[in-house]
């Protein structure tokens, strides 16, 4: 278990995160390589349902091979649902609907960006980034792997090496909070993007006033602790939990629950992140952890995808080394993890990263693991991604006022873009 917080702790980001249940099993893959083929396998032993939810599902290689698993599922009667974002699968769209053009298989998109008019919506900067798949209601899939070829980069076309990345495979009670997740997006897939839109279609549809409830509760992640599956048999006793960060009930869901871990560090914390660059209260942990005497390490990337992106972590650097806190750069090829280790004992892999996109704006799913086994063995692979990385001994900024500018320049871009989003208050 974690440990307690200090009495007298007065900060909201620090109320408890998504219910752990035990006796489940948690296997680690790294990489569409080892992630594929087991999501390949799983849907062709599919009984009775497939559900995916991604933001980029991309016509190469690796999607042609989903879509031939899904739609074989689907041909042998399994219901398949399909769910992309409407901007991380804009390009691919119209082959995408041709390709899973089976009987049997659905296929939403999430604020689809089809006409001019959507595009001047603030909500369409709030995408849904969730990489999710459960089958049959006892197998999932959670991460930051897209169905997309992991030598293949969107913007910088074709890499010999793979870029880093990570998911889990599930088996368990924890699989119903994924499997309620994915239901519900499909859900507020088809009725529409707005809240208010959902609620009003749920009253014309004029379910039974206790289906209604229900499936406000799951839309809302109010679903009652009665309702989590039983934690007492006796599987293999891996404590997981599901965090899901939306835009209804839970909006700061996974920074609260990187926030606790990292506040009950005893020995070392590890965090590989692709886009980096928390708010005030998540550095405030990190940086009292380092002072405390926790190794704190931070793996970002040395190969950066989006400049923008690379110079808000960077902008960073001089706070977080002034106070103890490693940092390494992976040149070896992209980074796009999102995941962490807290004493070999607490561990998350998911979609979401560290900045105000995931913690803000986007539709996030992270799994939670409690389970030294586990953490171990995920540390392990970011000990090996560090051994070939660069660390940074000295911020790579200019000194003195060009580095505030920098740093300033940053802050101002990352609130506008927050304020165009309906984001208001301090980051």
């Not at 893959?29 to 980029?56: C, K, N």
């Not at 390709?99 to 919506?121: H, I, K, M, N, Y």
Request: a positive charge; aromatic letters at 8%.
């Amino acid at each position: 278990m974690l440990a307690a917080l200090p009495e007298g702790t007065e900060d909201p980001v620090v109320s408890p995160p998504g219910a752990f249940v035990g006796s489940n099993r948690v296997r680690l893959l790294q990489g569409g390589d080892e992630l594929f083929p087991a999501m390949h396998a799983a849907m062709a032993a599919a009984r009775s349902q497939v559900w995916l939810a991604t933001y980029i599902f991309h016509d190469d290689e690796a999607g042609r091979a989903m879509t031939d698993a899904l739609c074989a599922a689907a041909r042998r009667g399994v219901a398949v649902h399909v769910l992309v974002d409407g901007f991380g699968s804009m390009a691919t769209l119209p082959r995408l609907k041709a390709w899973l053009a089976v009987e049997g298989l659905t296929l939403e998109v999430f604020r689809p960006l089809d006409r001019w008019s959507a595009w001047l919506q603030p909500v369409q900067l709030r995408r849904l980034h969730h990489k999710v798949c459960v089958v049959d209601e006892d197998l999932a899939f959670v991460g930051g792997i897209n169905i997309l070829d992991d030598r293949n980069d969107l913007s910088h076309g074709r890499s010999q090496r793979p870029r880093l990345d990570f998911a889990v495979e599930l088996h368990g009670p924890v699989v119903q909070q994924v499997l309620r997740l994915v239901q519900s997006l499909d859900t507020r897939a088809r009725l529409g993007q707005e809240w208010r839109a959902e609620v009003g279609a749920l009253a014309r549809s004029q379910r039974p006033v206790a289906d209604t409830l229900q499936l406000l509760r799951e839309l809302r992640g109010t679903v009652p602790q009665a309702e989590q599956p039983d934690a007492s048999a006796a599987l293999q006793p891996v404590r997981a939990a599901f965090v899901v960060r939306d835009n209804l009930g839970r909006r700061r869901a996974i920074e609260r629950s990187y926030i606790e871990a990292v506040r009950g560090a005893r020995h070392s914390v590890d965090i590989a992140c692709a886009y980096f660059y928390p708010r005030r209260a998540f550095r405030r942990s990190l940086l009292a952890a380092a002072e405390r005497g926790v190794q704190v390490r931070l793996l970002m990337q040395g190969k950066a995808d989006y400049l923008l992106a690379a110079l808000a972590a960077r902008a960073l650097y001089d706070e977080l080394l002034a106070r103890g806190v490693r940092i390494f750069e992976y040149t070896p090829a992209f980074l796009h993890a999102k995941v962490a280790v807290v004493d070999e004992r607490w561990a998350t892999v998911g979609s979401s990263n560290i900045d105000p996109l995931s913690l803000l704006l986007n539709l996030e799913a992270n799994a939670l693991v409690q389970d030294e086994d586990f953490a171990r063995l995920l540390r392990q692979r970011i000990d090996e991604a560090m051994a070939v990385s660069q660390e940074i001994k000295a911020p790579p900024m200019r000194e003195g006022w060009r580095r505030w500018l920098s740093r300033g320049f940053v802050a101002w871009c990352a609130t506008l873009y927050l304020r165009v989003a309906g984001i208001t208050g301090r980051y």
